[in-house]
């Protein structure tokens, strides 16, 4: 098996690693790599459907490798493997819009890549692999080929979602919340560590519900069972910590719902955690929280984002809110907007509302119009941007850690690969390190250190 493949990889990072397990297996089987998608005889396209802009860019992507391949700009024979959430959830609908698609192939069939790509090599491939429910769950043992930098790398922690938030349709492509064990987590930190990774960032729909799920499982066998003392993001961040060596431990999308005491103590307490949380709290209104279903009411979250302040020194926020769910009226919108301006979060992405099909929310009556939804977004969007620029100024003059990415550009506590800003530092700064750098100037996310590079408006 030498045929040359690439890949194109959308979506999350949740999405990524199931490219970097892709890749893995075709590494393994024995199949060239190709940087280029023209030059691969193999295009594997791992797509998202999380909501309608995902879906149309993964259509696009697909249509557009097509349209190469008939004009010549990509070998007559390529084959094009679509993966992903968009195959697991459309595949059966799409399998006749989309001829351009050899084989539609679902996220648990990623163990099985080399096999279908051969048989799509060989003419014998079916044109849909998936399943009606996913199950699989990737661990230590799972053959992975890493994307990203040398220096940082992600680990996902649980797969699914046992949340039935009324906007999304993750639980049904993903299937249910199910957690990896904390030793085989352990033992995949401690390799990346020794092989020079100096940020493992943790993923999952939900980090914060990780290893509840076995909570349950053990309280219907035993109803006596204390579930507090079963594996949870508390414990596993604390044995983290203790892993030898200098790097950072980042967690993403952590659901409000599933904070504690004990894991805001672990948050202050733990050296390498980064004093950074992605905090997706979608709306302050309880009208439109209840409507969401996401377990939480306004009261709860403002005392959540205070005790984060007020005990994790130097925490910084990330969180996401969505604009014009059915029924929000221009009191919902001003309530989120003063929240937003009294709560000044360091990080804050506003997204309007997508009517996702087969969610809850999009069955829902009272729906708002495109045009309103667009311009209460734009609005928040502003106000955040106005936000982002007083805490960069407040930052000037400030000595802060960063971890360089490339020659010039760095990252802080407060900046997640891919997602956040980036710190513009001295160019002679090693990559892949450390550094201790003094911030001069900011432009809204973007700050400049000593020695960092004039930037270039042109």
């Keep these: 098996m030498s045929s040359p493949f690439a890949l194109i990889s959308l979506g999350c990072s949740k999405n990524l690693v199931d490219s970097e397990i892709i890749v893995g297996h075709m590494l393994a ?115 992975r080929f890493r994307l990203t930098h040398k ?37 995949e930190a401690r390799m990346m560590v020794e092989q020079g990774v100096k940020e493992i960032n943790l993923i999952a729909q939900d980090t914060t519900y990780y290893g509840m799920d076995k909570w349950e499982t053990r309280a219907k066998k035993d109803s006596g069972v204390d579930s507090s003392r079963g594996e949870s993001l508390s414990t596993l961040l604390r044995e983290l910590n203790e892993i030898e060596g200098e790097f950072w431990i980042r967690v993403l999308y952590t659901h409000p719902a599933h904070w504690s005491d004990e894991l805001i103590d672990t948050f202050a307490q733990c050296d390498k955690v980064v004093k950074y949380v992605d905090l997706p709290l979608q709306h302050i209104s309880d009208d439109i929280l209840s409507s969401m279903r996401r377990m939480t009411d306004g009261a709860y979250i403002r005392k959540l984002v205070t005790d984060l302040r007020e005990r994790v020194p130097g925490m910084g926020l990330r969180t996401t809110f969505i604009s014009g769910l059915p029924a929000e009226t221009e009191e919902h919108h001003a309530e989120l907007r003063d929240f937003m301006e009294e709560a000044r979060f360091e990080r804050a992405g506003v997204f309007p509302f997508s009517k996702e099909e087969g969610s809850l929310a999009a069955k829902m009556g009272n729906q708002i119009h495109h045009a309103t939804k667009k311009r209460r977004a734009n609005e928040l969007t502003m106000l955040q941007s106005n936000i982002a620029d007083e805490i960069g100024q407040e930052m000037v003059g400030q000595t802060i850690r960063v971890l360089v990415d490339e020659p010039g550009l760095a990252r802080g506590m407060w900046d997640a690969p891919d997602v956040d800003g980036s710190i513009h530092v001295d160019p002679i700064l090693p ?28």
């Design 29 to 143: 089987a024995g199949f060239g790599p190709k940087v280029e998608p023209e030059a691969a005889e193999l295009l594997f396209i791992n797509t998202c459907a999380f909501i309608d802009p995902a879906k149309q860019e993964a259509i696009d992507t697909i249509i557009a490798a097509g349209r190469a391949r008939d004009a010549g700009d990509s070998p007559a024979s390529q084959k094009i493997i679509v993966a992903g959430c968009l195959s697991q959830r459309y595949a059966k609908d799409l399998v006749g819009i989309l001829p351009e698609v050899d084989v539609f192939m679902g996220i648990d069939r990623a163990l099985d890549v080399a096999t279908i790509a051969q048989a799509c090599l060989d003419g014998t491939a079916e044109r849909i692999y998936t399943t009606d429910v996913s199950t699989y769950m990737p661990d230590f043992s799972t053959t």
């Design 431 to 458: 990559v892949g390190e450390f550094a201790d750098v003094t911030i001069v100037d900011s432009i809204a996310y973007e700050l400049f250190a000593e020695g960092a590079q004039e930037p270039d408006f042109s």
């Design 151 to 187: 220096h940082f790398a992600y680990i996902k922690v649980a797969e699914g979602c046992n949340h039935a938030c009324a906007y999304c349709v993750i639980p049904r492509i993903r299937g249910r919340h199910r957690s990896r064990s904390q030793r085989n987590i352990i033992k």
